[in-house]
């Protein structure tokens, strides 16, 4: 499920671009100009796996990772993230890095060649302000500890390192080189003038929600890939979207 709305940036991130839409500008609307594009990549998807595409829905993660790292498959959509898990021992994958790349996801959009990778989290670090009345003292001392703390991972040869070696590269000046080739080929190909696609799918208003809907009609599209399924598949994004932004905002 979590791939299927990951995958959801692509058409987002275009009629963001095409908009000047920022991230954290949420629009009440969107059109879904790009889902003919997020169609042919979803198509190569199912036609293309060694999953059956009636049966997706009770597909898990681990096994499309399994199949992967076993050298079933020569596609597998993740993050950076999945570094430690392809090359590590713990799975038994043990793949060396010099056989992995990640690469843009293509879909027929106009200039897409000079498209880069999909780079964004849904996670950040946060301190909580609010310190309880009951004991004001303490909370301000923790948060005092909160801060030393970050600033000791992102300074020190210690907290840097292992940044470095266990979470890939981090957006610091001074930071450790990182071994995971992931976060590698994306500084590439920003470096030679690609474009990077920016984490639009953040604004998604109601987010379980929303990507629930639209991945039931990704499944049902899955099973029998007819136009009047996509259609269903448009009407949760679209129409989906615009009712949860309703939900949230009255």
């Given amino acids: 499920m979590q791939r299927r709305g990951h995958l959801a940036n692509i058409p987002l991130y275009y009629e963001y671009k095409d908009a000047g839409i920022t991230v954290g500008a949420q629009p009440a609307e969107i059109t879904g100009t790009y889902l003919d594009n997020f169609r042919n990549i979803w198509d190569l998807y199912i036609t293309d796996t060694a999953a059956n595409p009636t049966s997706l829905s009770s597909s898990t993660g681990d096994e499309s990772e399994a199949e992967f790292g076993q050298g079933k498959a020569v596609f597998y959509q993740n993050g950076d993230w999945e570094f430690a898990n392809l090359t590590g021992a713990d799975k038994g994958f043990n793949l060396s890095p010099d056989d992995l790349a990640m690469i843009p996801i293509y879909c027929g959009v106009a200039g897409e060649e000079k498209a880069g990778l999909n780079c964004g989290t849904e996670n950040c670090w946060a301190i909580n302000a609010k310190a309880s009345e009951e004991n004001i003292k303490a909370s301000e001392e923790n948060i005092k500890a909160s801060e030393d703390f970050l600033y000791w991972l992102v300074t020190s040869d210690e907290g840097t390192t292992m940044l470095a070696e ?35 799918f953040n604004d998604t208003p109601n987010v379980d929600s929303w990507r629930a809907t639209v991945v039931t009609a990704l499944t049902a599209y899955s099973a029998d890939p007819t136009d009047a399924n996509w259609d269903q598949v448009k009407t949760a994004f679209v129409d989906g979207w615009a009712y949860e932004y309703g939900v949230v905002n009255g």
Wanted: aromatic share 20%.
């Fill in 166 to 200: 266990q979470f890939s590269g981090i957006p610091f000046k001074g930071a450790k080189d990182s071994t995971n080739v992931f976060g590698a080929d994306a500084a590439e190909y920003a470096s030679a003038g690609n474009y990077t696609m920016f984490w639009a």
